[in-house]
C-alpha cells in the first residue's frame, strides 16, 4: 500500500489550522458494540483542492467523515472495537449456514511509528498524498448511544 516510509513526509505548516483534537470511546446501542472517535477541529473551511483520507491512530486507519458547519471544518475517525467482529467465520457447504459473517478485519502495518496519544491525518492536494502528525490528542467525554 505504501512504497515508502510517511515519517519523512510529515508536512509541518499544513495548509489548514488545528484548533483542537480529541478521542473519546463511544458505547453502541447493542452489546459489545464500542471503540474510539478522533474527531479534529479546524478553524477555517478547508479549500476545495484538498481530500481528507485517512486517520491513523492506535496503531489502526480508518476513513474520515467530513463537515463543514459554520464556516469550520471537523474531520472524524471512528475505531471499532466491536466483539462481534471477533466471530468464528463459519464456513460451510451450505450457504445459509454462512449468512451472518463478517468480513475479517485485517491489520495492515502503518506507514510509521506512533507513540500513545498520537494521530497522523492523510490528505491529498493535487493528487498527492500529504500526511500531518498531530503528537497531543486531549482525551474527551465517553459517548454512550442507546
Not at 70 to 87: A, C, L, Q, V
Not at 126 to 131: E, P, V
Request: glycine share 6%; aromatic share 10%.
Amino acid at each position: 500500500m505504501f512504497t515508502q516510509c510517511a515519517s519523512s513526509q510529515f508536512d509541518k505548516k499544513p495548509p489548514f489550522t488545528v484548533t483542537s483534537a480529541k478521542h473519546q470511546k463511544w458505547i453502541g446501542g447493542k452489546p459489545g458494540s464500542g471503540g474510539k472517535l478522533v474527531t479534529i477541529e479546524l478553524t477555517e473551511t478547508v479549500s476545495n483542492n484538498i481530500s481528507f483520507d485517512s486517520i491513523y491512530f492506535n496503531e489502526e486507519a480508518v476513513r474520515v467523515s467530513v463537515n463543514t458547519l459554520d464556516g469550520k471544518t471537523t474531520i472524524s475517525g471512528r475505531f471499532s472495537t466491536n466483539s462481534y467482529k471477533d466471530r468464528p467465520l463459519i464456513i460451510d457447504a451450505d450457504p445459509k449456514k454462512e449468512f451472518g459473517n463478517r468480513i475479517p478485519n485485517i491489520k495492515q502495518k502503518l506507514p510509521f511509528e506512533l507513540a500513545k496519544g498520537e494521530c497522523v491525518i492523510s490528505y491529498t492536494i493535487n493528487d498527492k498524498k500529504h500526511y500531518y502528525k498531530l503528537e497531543k490528542l486531549s482525551k474527551g467525554k465517553m459517548i454512550i448511544h442507546q
